[in-house]
């Protein structure tokens, strides 16, 4: 089956989702973001990867982590970088986002980093621009968040090396969530054996195990002897209607408190993409505390980032330290 995220050389193109990417280039994203680390501790923060280089960031949706990290990403790879400010920008004078799209070509851009809230709109994007012009999904919608998942599998494979031996639980708004989906789809493929997700019937998508996840309703058994605790935001913004009884409700049941993390393994680690809500799904001396590598992840998202742009554009991982 042609799969529009790689070439005919089966090289990365584009990165649209995790669904559908081979083991062999998520083990290439990660080994690349492992030599680019370091570049942070330079004190030239800066490598030639992307030198003449122009990265377009297009950011249709709100965005602290991903928006400013891709920027830093682009940045230290040396390319030119364009955050467009979407609200001043002539969107809000009814222009398409293709024809946005094809100014920026017009003014030889050679990269666009897009997060919208409606799903698909970065392959829309994808299978418009011709074909020496890269692609990168950073969140559309419920469907995907690409990157964030790469991130938070390398995070994980920094304080748990051995993924053909963890037990990983994903808590909260499964349902809306593009975060959990690459997420699963990131650790299935890599080999995790096992998998759990602990919601609400109502936030779970219908036939869930289809991901190839264990189903928990109830923080005591889902937590039992896990490695992981990654944690989820209630996506308000793509909730219809009200799907909980109230959110302090909702913090007394599936919120992570030092009592409920206690259930898992005692080295277990605490994660969470952002932004979050505290006093929601996490408490603030959980969130704060010892287990939480959630500041980590946010860092380590600028090397991950820094490698799936240099993958595209054909830098090699040598490079990283030239
Ligand atoms: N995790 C994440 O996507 O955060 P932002 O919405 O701040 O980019």
Excluded: W
């Excluded at 965005?63 to 230290?76: C, D, L, P, V």
């Excluded at 955050?83 to 222009?95: A, D, F, P, R, Y």
């Excluded at 603030?284 to 500041?295: E, F, H, N, W």
């Excluded at 998202?301 to 490698?307: D, E, L, T, V």
């Amino acid at each position: 089956m042609n799969n529009p995220q790689l070439d005919r050389d089966g090289n990365l193109k584009h990165l649209l989702s995790i669904e559908g990417l081979p083991k062999r280039i998520l083990n290439q994203i990660l080994d690349t973001a492992e030599s680019f680390v370091g570049v942070a501790e330079r004190e030239v923060k800066k490598v030639p990867l992307l030198r003449g280089k122009t990265v377009c960031n297009l950011f249709f949706e709100n965005s602290t982590r991903t928006r400013t990290t891709f920027e830093i990403a682009a940045k230290r790879l040396s390319a030119d970088v364009i955050s467009l400010n979407v609200s001043t920008s002539s969107q809000s004078k009814g222009e398409t986002i293709l024809d946005t799209v094809d100014n920026l070509i017009a003014m030889h851009a050679d990269m666009f980093v897009v997060r919208h809230a409606q799903s698909g709109a970065a392959h829309l994007i994808a299978k418009h621009v011709p074909p020496h012009i890269h692609v990168v999904n950073a969140g559309d919608g419920r469907h995907s968040h690409p990157t964030q998942g790469l991130l938070d599998v390398f995070t994980i494979r920094k304080y748990k090396p051995d993924l053909h031996n963890l037990r990983i639980a994903v808590v909260g708004d499964i349902l809306h969530s593009r975060v959990a989906r690459s997420e699963i789809h990131a650790l299935t493929t890599l080999g995790v054996p096992e998998i759990r997700v602990i919601a609400p019937k109502t936030l779970l998508p219908t036939q869930v195990e289809k991901l190839g996840v264990h189903v928990f309703h109830d923080m005591t058994q889902g937590l039992k002897d896990v490695d992981v605790v990654m944690m989820l935001r209630l996506q308000n913004e793509r909730m219809s209607g009200a799907m909980l009884p109230s959110s302090q409700e909702y913090f007394k049941t599936y919120g992570l408190t030092q009592e409920k993390l206690k259930l898992a393994k005692p080295d277990a680690i605490v994660m969470h993409p952002g932004p979050m809500n505290r006093g929601v799904e996490i408490d603030s001396t959980v969130a704060d505390g010892k287990q939480s590598v959630i500041l980590p992840q946010v860092t380590y998202g600028i090397a991950i980032r820094m490698a799936v742009m240099a993958i595209l554009a054909g830098g090699s991982p040598a490079g990283a330290s030239a």
